[in-house]
Nanobody, 122 residues
Framework: QVQLVESGGGSVQVGGSLRLSCAAS????????MGWFRQAPGKEREGVAI???????AYADSVKGRFTISIDNAKNTLHLQMNGLNPEDTAMYYC????????????????WGQGTQVTVSS
């Protein structure tokens, strides 16, 4: 049974940093594409960052230059380094995997974690 477990969320002040982690288990092989998504209260879920097995990445415009997605393949763990946080980054953050031969925010991610809350206060 595949499973994704996020950690690392918390409360920080404006300008602070957090590092989210997502531990993947139960996969026979590494997923082709992994990503971070977020959903704020009253808003639709949005893609934050994705990374494919070749290390290619894509980011939402709102986080470019502040967030960095990475994979530790040895530990089957996905990370999201978030710097320069602002109140608009407050949301529940989810990691997800897509095991298709493409990597896109709209590619149809099928496995999701339970989420980790990030709160940024001014």
């Amino acid at each position: 049974q595949v499973q994704l477990v996020e950690s690392g969320g918390g409360s920080v002040q404006v300008g602070g940093s957090l590092r989210l982690s997502c531990a993947a288990s139960g996969y026979a092989s590494s997923p082709y594409c992994m990503g971070w998504f977020r959903q704020a209260p009253g808003k639709e879920r949005e893609g934050v960052a994705i990374i494919d097995s070749g290390g290619r990445t894509a980011y939402a415009d709102s986080v470019k230059g502040r967030f960095t997605i990475s994979i530790d393949n040895a530990k089957n763990t996905l990370h999201l380094q978030m710097n320069g946080l602002n109140p608009e980054d407050t949301a529940m953050y989810y990691c997800a995997t897509l095991n298709r031969p493409w990597c896109s925010f709209y590619g149809g991610f099928g496995v999701w974690g339970q989420g980790t809350q990030v709160t940024v206060s001014s």
